[in-house]
């Protein structure tokens, strides 16, 4: 989910386990999304994104789904491996792009 | 790899003092946009560049600035540092003029002494 400050949240699974990491947004007129997965020391780095057409969109091992409704993205990764632990960030596109506080996703083996 | 570099990979500087923080994006995109993370704010949006021209500006203190050179490198410039400056700055680039996938370098990490 999101969050402000410090307080980053964490979702912690099994390995082999689907995660699923949730975003809220703000501006109900943005109309791409994009999901970013951060590991420790580095930058950003794009996942899958969706527009507001759609309601889901399928990748290789994630999903995204789009309610527009109650602006709300969520990411769900199948089969959830060690190096998928990272920061994970939802991020909504207009004139510019801004940036959930990001999750923290820690498999354990 | 994102095949965006950043220049340099750690600064460590005094308060009061100036740096400039150097990024060439992707071959072949035009806009580039600069990104705070400190762990108090999240990553923040800075500014925003395309072809040469200021695009779109976020969260950018008066002493920063920034420029986009007619090779499509950028330079974030930090004046009058203060100890809350220090964080992770990134460089994204994409080829859109405003919307997009943004491709991110490896960041430059500020500690202001």
């Known amino acids: 989910g999101e969050s402000v400050g410090l307080h980053l949240p964490t979702l912690s699974v099994q390995e082999g386990d689907n995660s699923i990491i949730n975003c809220a947004y703000s501006?109900?007129?943005?109309?791409?999304f994009i999901w970013y997965k951060q590991e420790s020391g580095k930058g950003p780095q794009f996942i899958i994104d969706?527009?507001?057409?759609?309601d889901k969109r399928q990748g290789q091992r994630v999903t995204v789904l789009l309610n527009k409704t109650v602006k709300h993205l969520s990411l769900q990764i199948a089969a959830t491996q060690p190096g998928d632990s990272a920061v994970y960030f939802c991020?909504?596109?207009?004139?510019?792009?801004?940036f959930g506080a990001g999750t923290r996703l820690t498999v354990k083996p | 790899d994102s095949g965006v570099t950043q220049t340099p990979k750690h600064l460590i500087t005094a308060t009061g003092q100036r740096v400039t923080l150097r990024c060439s994006p992707r071959?072949?995109?035009?806009?580039v946009y600069w990104y705070q993370q400190s762990l108090d704010q999240g990553l923040q949006f800075l500014i925003h560049?395309?072809?040469?021209?200021?695009?779109a500006k976020g969260n950018i203190l008066e002493r920063f600035s920034a420029q986009q050179f007619p090779d499509l490198h950028s330079e974030l410039n930090l004046s009058s540092l203060e100890l809350g400056d220090s964080a992770l700055y990134f460089c994204?680039?994409?080829?859109?003029?405003?919307?997009?996938?943004?491709?991110f370098g490896p960041g430059t990490r500020l500690l202001v002494l």
């Open positions: 560049y395309y072809n040469g021209e200021e695009r």
């Open positions: 969706i527009r507001s057409n759609m």
């Open positions: 071959s072949g995109d035009l806009s």
């Open positions: 991020a909504e596109v207009n004139n510019d792009m801004r």
């Open positions: 501006n109900s007129a943005s109309d791409y």
């Open positions: 994204a680039s994409s080829g859109a003029r405003g919307r997009g996938t943004q491709y």
